[in-house]
């Protein structure tokens, strides 16, 4: 079978940029450790107001300067709407949906996560400098999907 020059030197690289793709990727997770989150938990998106701890959202101390933050979205807000930290915090966000995908993202923090029915998205942060945080969502979620937001005050 004959194979004109420039249709073979496409072929090498195309070749080439899949062996290149798949050596990153097996290198990202065999020597970073790269892989999908553990420990992944789920939850009934139907039972979210009856599911501890979903049941009863908020803040909670774990020791000083660390904290657990349930939270529940649903169109169109964020339950607790509104936390109040002290300035060095750490705090994991546990987040689930009541009803559609969400987002939660808190700007200028690294803190942003899709929110998906049935699953609880966790992400961490350390709000060392004091201010009022704002706490968005930034999945398209509905008609008022702008006004879904909330504030995280670090004192
Ligand atoms: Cu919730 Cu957009």
């Not at 997770?29 to 908020?58: C, E, H, L, Y």
């Amino acid at each position: 079978m004959h194979i004109h020059r420039a249709e073979r030197i496409w072929l090498t690289v195309g070749l080439g940029i899949m062996i290149v793709f798949l050596a990153v990727i097996t290198t990202a997770a065999v020597v970073d450790g790269f892989n999908p989150p553990s420990r992944v938990q789920s939850i009934d998106p139907t039972k979210v107001s009856q599911t501890p701890p979903f049941d009863n959202p908020g803040l909670r101390k774990v020791a000083d300067g660390s904290y657990e933050a349930y939270y529940v979205a649903r169109i169109f807000s964020f339950t607790p709407q509104a936390l109040t930290i002290p300035a060095g915090s750490r705090v994991t966000f546990y987040v689930t949906s009541a009803d559609v995908e969400h987002g939660f993202s808190i700007p200028e923090t690294g803190v942003n996560t899709m929110v998906t029915p049935g699953w609880v998205s966790t992400v961490s942060h350390t709000f060392r400098t004091p201010g009022t945080y704002l706490l968005v969502c930034n999945e398209y979620c509905g008609a008022a999907h702008q006004m879904m937001a909330g504030r995280i005050e670090v004192k």
